[in-house]
Every structure is written in C-alpha cells, then in structure tokens.
C-alpha cells in the first residue's frame, strides 16, 4: 500500500494554545498577532443549480467583515486546472464537492499555503424536497444528498418562498420539516436558514472544521448530536449513524476497523466523512479523527463521527453490517 493509500491515522494534539496561535483565516489586517505564515483558509461553496451561491458569494463580497477574500469560480465548462481535475474524477464530478476537498485538504507537512476550511452547501428550500426525491428510481443518488453530505454548514436559502409574510406557524414548520431532511442526512451540519444568503460570516468563514486540533469545537458539536442513533434499519438514502463507546479503545483497533470500512470497503458501503474523538488506552491525550473521501457513485455511507468512542454514520443500504467495533 502507497503512503498515498493509507487510511488515516489518529492525530496527536499538542499544545493547543499553540496551535491556535498559528492558524487563522487567512491573513487579515485587522488580526494582530496572527502569523504571516499561516495558511489561507478555503472556503468551498457548493449547492444545487440556482440555489443561491451567487447571491452567497456576492454577499460575502461586499459584507464588511475586514477579511480580505478571493474568490475562485468553478463554472461548468471552462476546463482548466482544479476543474479539469475534477471532471476527469468521473462525470459528477462538477457537482460533487468530494474532488475538490481532495485536492484543497492536504496533509499540514506539505506547508500548503492554502488549507480547506470547510464546505458550504446551499439549499433552496423551495425545490430541496424534489431535488432529493429524484433518487427514487435511480441507482444513484443526486448531487443534492452528496452535497448535504459533505457539507459542515447547510445555508437553507429562499426561504421566503415556503414561508409567506412573516413566517407564521405554517412556515416554520415546513422549515422544521426541511431541517430534519437536512439532518436525516447529515446530523452534525449546522443549518442556517436564510433569505438571499443573508449570514452572519462569523458562522461561515474560519470554522477549521477539517481542523485537527479543534477539540472543544468538535466536542461540543458531537454531543449535540448524540442522540442520532440507529433508528431505520432500512434506508436507502445517504444518512449519518453514531456509535458510542464508554471505555478507552486501542488505537490499532480503531486503525482496522477504518480500514475495513474505508479501504477495504467490507461493508460494501461508500463513507463519504467521519469526525471525531477518541480516548486511546495508555494515552494521556485525546485524540481527534478527520476523514473525508472521494468515493465512486452508486450506494452512499457516510461515517460521520467519534465522540470518546462514538461513530455516526450516513449510509445508503437497506441494511447495513458494519464492521465490529470492539475497540477496547
Ligand atoms: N426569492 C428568493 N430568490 C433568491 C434567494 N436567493 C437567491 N435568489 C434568486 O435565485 C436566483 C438564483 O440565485 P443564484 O445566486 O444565481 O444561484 P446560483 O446557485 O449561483 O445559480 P447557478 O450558478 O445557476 O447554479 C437569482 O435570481 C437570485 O436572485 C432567496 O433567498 N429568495
């Protein structure tokens, strides 16, 4: 197996304080004490035709927040550079955010200049419903699920158009109704429902969430979600599972079953992410997971998270048998 080939390995922290003083989004005027040398946070932006990126980024332009941003288009059908790359991945490529966080989500030793910061999936509330529908009789599943997948933050777009005038009781439960297909599909992304992409940037920009060292970040966000267990056990769309484990596990353990799931693919399931934290035997530091992986088309599974042992997982089977996870 190349080095390239390897699953993931666990990362130790270190002195987080340290760490956080060397990263940032970007490099900013405005951010005193922040590194020169640290590296451009990426921003990846993805959603659904006409689901309002545009708008997104042109709000991002012209809001004042100090930073200093460049935006890099990838329209269909120019192809060059990281497009071309990524359309040679397969013909979904384009709209399928996996190949380009291959290529921005690199290992900190290659001292890239850039560093992926997180994927932006948006939504347009109106059509979210059909657009996800389309599965239906298809082997495949559409760029819309693959995209909530991979997404850290859901914008929920439009939502003017499901919910008239002042968003009375009726809208806001169909906007409960769309959060919870969000959320049956990704129950560790944050969704922001909004009108013309109307966000504050604070909770888009600089989220580190491919960050290894994040720990009370991701801590948090994996108790949030505790409760997303096994419930359906037939299911053919793409969906997030947890898995929870009291005790400390042996980290070799852990290392064959991502193998299993993720290389040797024994679950015949595709993983798309995993998130989490583990509390290794004969360790005396916690120790964060980060996998994002650029799968083929056809059935879906996405291992989303560890908390201290615990693993979510999105998955596409109509059953499902993962791999043992006797970690102890
Ligand atoms: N009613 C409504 N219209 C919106 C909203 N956000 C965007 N739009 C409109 O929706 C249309 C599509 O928005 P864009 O920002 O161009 O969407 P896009 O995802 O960049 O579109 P493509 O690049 O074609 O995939 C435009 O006419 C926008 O003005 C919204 O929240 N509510």
């Known amino acids: ?11 130790e922290i270190g002195d987080a304080s ?23 946070g990426v921003t990846v932006i993805t ?23 460049a935006v890099i288009l990838n329209e269909f059908g120019e192809e060059i550079g990281v497009e071309r790359a990524m359309i040679n991945e397969g013909d979904s490529g ?16 290659l001292e890239s200049s850039v560093k992926l910061d997180s ?56 906007i409960e109704d769309l959060e919870k297909k969000v959320h049956n599909i990704n129950s560790l992304a944050t969704i922001i429902p909004s009108v013309r992409c109307q966000v504050d940037l604070d909770k888009l920009l600089g989220r580190q969430a491919y960050g290894t060292n994040r720990l009370a970040h991701l801590e948090s966000l994996l108790e949030d979600h505790k409760s997303v267990s096994a419930k359906s056990r037939h299911d053919y769309t793409v969906r997030t599972l947890c898995f929870y484990e009291q005790e400390p596990v042996d980290l070799a353990k852990v290392h064959v079953w991502l193998e299993d799931l993720l290389w040797e693919k024994k679950t015949n399931m595709d993983i798309y992410r995993c998130k989490g934290i583990l509390n290794i035997h004969n360790s005396d530091q916690l ?42």
């Not at 190349?2 to 990362?11: I, K, R």
């Not at 384009?94 to 030793?109: K, R, T």
């Not at 009789?137 to 777009?157: K, R």
């Not at 596409?316 to 996870?325: I, K, M, R």
């Open 94 to 109: 384009l709209a399928d955010p996996a190949g380009l966080i291959s290529i921005l989500w690199l290992d900190d030793q």
């Open 287 to 328: 120790h964060t997971l980060q996998v994002a992986v650029v799968s083929g088309l056809g059935q879906s599974i996405q291992v989303y998270a560890m908390l201290h042992q615990r693993i979510s997982c999105q998955f596409s089977l109509p059953s499902y048998n993962f791999p043992d996870t006797s970690w102890g």
């Open 47 to 69: 959603g659904y035709l006409g689901a309002g990126k545009s708008t997104l980024v042109n709000h991002v332009l012209t809001a004042q927040h100090g930073k200093r941003i």
């Open 119 to 174: 994927v932006i999936t948006v939504v347009d509330a109106k059509n979210l419903r059909l657009q996800l529908d389309e599965h239906r009789n298809s082997t495949s599943f559409p760029e819309a699920f693959l995209q909530i997948a991979f997404a850290d933050v859901v914008i929920l777009n439009k939502v003017d158009l499901v919910c008239q005038e002042d968003c009375g009781s009726l809208g806001s439960s169909v």
């Open 18 to 40: 340290e760490i956080h003083r060397s990263e940032s989004y970007g490099r900013s005027e405005n951010s005193p004490g922040i590194s020169l040398e640290s590296p451009v």
């Open 1 to 11: 197996m190349d080095d390239d080939d390897c699953p993931p390995l666990a990362v």
